[in-house]
């Protein structure tokens, strides 16, 4: 479908798909996406890769009166090093991630490679994915351990967010209705900084079951260790992360009761499963 500025709007029916009735527009700027937001007065959703909207248009999960669609908005397909950090823009795709190591952060392309199937990776997005905001989703949690930072945009201005306090709990983030995320800045690792990820998954390509994402900068001393899938949001493990920084490998035995602690509610199966992904996930980091 092809589509012109933010004027132009088409309309979804049942003809041809599942989904209720809606207004689709695709903006030229980021301006317009803005606009156009405002126009949906809270009835608007994004669309980005649809990878996860989709489905749930079909199954009329969501009624949007509102499509906008940003997947071709140039100024959110954009990767920019800018130092100490990379900038990527919210309409990046996973595969672009995975095809493209990142010096300083490679690590960036591990997770991608581990999304679903190629045939999703080449639609799905690092901002719609954290926009969606799915426990069991990859970047929510990978990028938390990273310490990454997503911008946010509205009319009035921007604001920055650092990923695990923008995720607030399953498919809730502290996004206004006015706002959109226009770019993730993802810090780069030293030259000895290290990156774990791992997760269960019934199947390969399905959702994780339980993740884990750790880094540790043994140059700078730093090291953040997050639990996924399991919580509502990614469950960060700081007494744990602690011990990462200061002892290194010597930590590991510690995994358990730190688990324990920061989630007790857990039941067994739970904490056997987060103890292995976390386990798993910083004897990567410290190997």
């Not at 959109?180 to 390969?204: A, H, L, W």
Request: proline share 5%.
């Amino acid at each position: 479908m092809r589509g012109g500025g933010a004027g132009k709007i088409r309309h979804g029916s049942g003809a041809r798909m599942k989904a209720a009735r809606f207004d689709y527009v695709r903006p030229d700027s980021v301006a317009d996406v803005l606009s156009a937001l405002a126009h949906g007065r809270g009835s608007a959703k994004l669309l980005a890769g649809g990878q996860s909207l989709g489905p749930m248009l079909n199954l009329r999960l969501a009624r949007p009166g509102l499509l906008i669609d940003v997947s071709r908005l140039a100024s959110l397909r954009q990767i920019e090093d800018r130092g100490a950090a990379w900038r990527i823009g919210a309409a990046v795709t996973h595969a672009r991630l995975e095809d493209r190591r990142l010096e300083g952060a490679e690590m960036l392309a591990q997770v991608a490679a581990g999304i679903a199937y190629r045939a999703v990776r080449t639609r799905g997005t690092v901002g719609g994915s954290l926009a969606h905001a799915d426990p069991a989703a990859d970047w929510p949690t990978a990028l938390a351990a990273l310490g990454a930072t997503a911008n946010l945009r509205r009319a009035g201005g921007t604001r920055s967010v650092a990923v695990d306090q923008l995720l607030r709990g399953a498919f809730a983030t502290d996004l206004g209705e006015d706002e959109i995320i226009e770019t993730i800045d993802v810090p780069k690792r030293s030259g000895r900084g290290r990156f774990g990820y791992y997760k269960f998954c019934r199947k390969t390509g399905e959702f994780a079951e339980a993740s884990a994402a750790a880094a540790f900068d043994p140059e700078r001393g730093t090291a953040r260790v997050f639990l996924g899938a399991l919580r509502p949001a990614p469950l960060p493990l700081p007494a744990l992360a602690a011990r990462v920084a200061r002892e290194g490998a010597a930590a590991l035995p510690g995994v358990a009761a730190a688990v324990a602690e920061a989630s007790p509610d857990l039941d067994a199966i739970e904490r056997r499963m987060a103890v292995a992904v976390v386990t798993r996930a910083l004897q990567q980091v410290l190997s």
